[in-house]
């Protein structure tokens, strides 16, 4: 089995990470807080800061898994779906390694890595599971029936989870990303507030509906009492974390219903939030499930999900050549 250095650049994370016959070695990651203060993440701020943090973040990875260069059997980075800026960065610097190296390309799908982040370490899931994968660009439900075979049985028709988060927060004046923030408020109040809960039918979600729904109350509300957000801020954050939670878990149980699946795996950005994590394994322990959400580090944007990924291809003998080029619709 292979060392493969793994590359991850699609949003605003510079990731960099060694995997060695599947295992992770190394897992380094070097945010942006350039986007902080446009209340979003900024595409040609994040690629150019992608080309500032990529030797760097690679050189660290190296280190901290204590390889050189020339341990290096294979090169493994992330080739869509993200930003078309910051992606390029990450996949015209493992071409460059791997050419100057003579060593094998392995492109990888980053919802597909989200998935395997399982992988990274124990206990993994058994094959076949059911996986909701949350994150700020997706939203999805995912049979996965080997490493690289899966089926994508639900999605959202709007916005994702995690822009249901973030955006509600923009509305609240809580700076970005707002996901981490509103769990954080959550925690210090109570659910009190009702809002629309939208469903679109079948496996998918809606959240654009529940945007407007905080909005419209947010409004009513400031009307009769103009300090109603600042007075009622944990209240409000509950009560966003709290229907977002429903919808996601309402879809993750029909869907685990249809199946017949009890593996259940949650991925992505929004897997760190608290509210659902609990709310899984409340309803896992009530269903029955075996349920596995990955470590924080794993749940994020990160290369370590990438070169575990590039271990399965690797393994398959899944290869591309240096014609390849970033996708961000892939
Ligand atoms: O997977 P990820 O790191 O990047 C994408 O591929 O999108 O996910 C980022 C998303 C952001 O929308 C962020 O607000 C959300 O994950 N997020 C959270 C939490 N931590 C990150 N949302 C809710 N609660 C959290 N604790
Ligand atoms: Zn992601």
């Known amino acids: 089995m292979p060392t493969i250095l793994a590359i991850e650049s699609s949003c605003d994370d510079t990731s960099a990470a060694i995997v060695a016959d599947g295992v992770v070695l190394s897992n380094v990651t070097a945010g942006q807080v350039v986007h902080e203060e446009f209340g979003g993440v900024v595409p040609e701020h994040a690629s150019r800061a992608h080309q500032r943090n990529i030797v760097p973040t690679v050189a660290v990875a190296l280190k901290r898994a204590d390889r050189k260069p020339e341990d290096i059997d294979a090169?493994?980075?992330t080739r869509g779906p993200?930003?078309?800026?910051?992606l390029m960065v990450g996949v015209s610097f493992a071409k460059a390694f791997a050419l100057a190296r003579n060593l094998p390309l392995i492109e990888v799908d980053h919802m597909q890595a989200h998935v395997l982040a399982h992988f990274a370490e124990d206990p993994k899931?058994?094959?076949?599971?059911?996986?909701?994968?949350?994150?700020?660009?997706h939203t999805?439900?995912?049979?996965?029936?080997t490493a690289l075979e899966q089926e994508i049985?639900?999605?959202?028709?709007d916005d994702a989870a995690g822009e249901a988060f973030d955006k509600s927060g923009k509305m609240l004046g809580l700076p970005y990303p707002a996901g981490p923030e509103i769990d954080k408020l959550a925690r210090q109040g109570s659910p009190t507030i009702k809002f629309a809960r939208p469903d679109p039918g079948e496996l998918n979600f809606s959240f654009s509906g529940l945007k407007t729904s905080i909005l419209y109350t947010l409004q009513k509300r400031i009307k009769a009492e103009p300090d109603f957000v600042k007075d009622n801020l944990a209240d409000i954050c509950a009560s966003i974390q709290h229907t977002i939670v429903f919808i996601l878990l309402r879809k993750l149980e029909m869907a685990a219903e249809q199946t017949g699946l009890t593996e259940i795996a949650l991925a992505g950005g929004v897997?760190?939030?608290?509210g659902l994590r609990e709310g899984l394994a409340e309803l896992g322990a009530?269903?029955?499930w075996s349920t596995y959400i990955p470590r924080i580090e794993y749940c994020t944007d990160n290369a370590a999900m990438i070169g575990v990924t590039g271990s399965f291809k690797y393994e398959a003998g899944e290869f591309v050549g240096q014609e390849v080029a970033p996708a961000a619709r892939l």
């Not at 999805?140 to 029936?145: A, C, E, P």
């Open 140 to 145: 999805q439900l995912v049979v996965v029936k």
């Open 286 to 288: 009530a269903k029955g």
């Open 125 to 137: 899931p058994k094959f076949p599971f059911l996986c909701l994968t949350v994150s700020g660009g």
């Open 153 to 157: 049985i639900g999605r959202t028709i």
């Open 82 to 86: 993200g930003l078309i800026g910051s």
């Open 271 to 274: 897997s760190a939030n608290s």
């Open 75 to 77: 090169v493994a980075f």
